[in-house]
């Protein structure tokens, strides 16, 4: 889960009005036009988890606010996100978790969730030390409603797989951050951050590699 910066809203949404459309009334080419701005924004990963979803049947368009619970939201460019197929964490698993306050969760395209989690090399989250009440509260909602961090889950394991050519890398810019200036190593540091900033689980990967 990393900042998104939106792009502007694909042309097509402006066809449909609540009250007047329906999600079904909107067709595989005006989707195509919404992916073109979803990839732009997540880089054909998960809004949420930050796995691949390039290709066919691996992702769908996800309503940050539920179609049943906020209508109204049905053609809302901000309420918009690509989420995993995966039924057991992300959109699909936060549509099976019954009604919750949106207000309770953090928005990737207007907060930063790296100031809420710490992504961890052996594929956990913790949440930040500091926090507000308020702050923790959403945090834990946040992990609880997309089931980011389940113990055993598969999610957990994939982070872990992700960052284990990077470990290494980890550890030596590590022992040069504490023998050098920072002047010789940062550069380093910052090419290795620029070489995977579109990959999948990227901000784990940043997060073990930072010192």
């Not at 940050?64 to 039924?87: E, V």
């Not at 928005?107 to 913790?126: H, L, N, R, W």
């Not at 023998?179 to 010789?184: K, M, N, R, V």
Request: hydrophobic share 35%; proline share 3%.
């Amino acid at each position: 889960m990393h900042k998104l910066d939106r792009p502007s809203a694909p042309s097509c949404l402006a066809r449909f009005r609540h009250g007047l459309n329906n999600w079904n009334d909107v067709s595989p080419a005006d989707k195509d036009e919404i992916w073109l701005q979803l990839n732009q924004m997540q880089q054909q990963r998960c809004a949420y988890c930050e796995c691949s979803i390039s290709g066919e049947r691996k992702a769908h368009i996800e309503h940050f606010r539920q179609r049943d619970s906020y209508p109204q939201g049905t053609f809302d460019w901000s309420n918009l996100f690509g989420s995993c197929h995966h039924a057991d964490s992300c959109g699909k698993h936060k549509d099976g978790c019954g009604a919750y306050n949106h207000q309770d969760l953090i928005k990737m395209d207007v907060e930063d969730p790296e100031y809420f989690f710490q992504f961890i090399s052996d594929g956990t989250i913790a949440i930040r030390s500091g926090l507000s009440k308020a702050e923790k509260h959403r945090a834990e909602e946040t992990l609880r409603m997309f089931n980011l961090d389940a113990k055993h889950g598969r999610l957990r394991q994939m982070r872990q797989s992700a960052v284990q050519g990077y470990v290494q890398t980890a550890e030596e810019l590590m022992a040069m951050a504490e023998a050098f200036d920072e002047s010789e190593w940062y550069i380093l540091l910052e090419q290795e951050l620029e070489a995977i900033k579109n990959q999948p689980f990227a901000t784990t990967i940043k997060h073990v590699l930072e010192p």
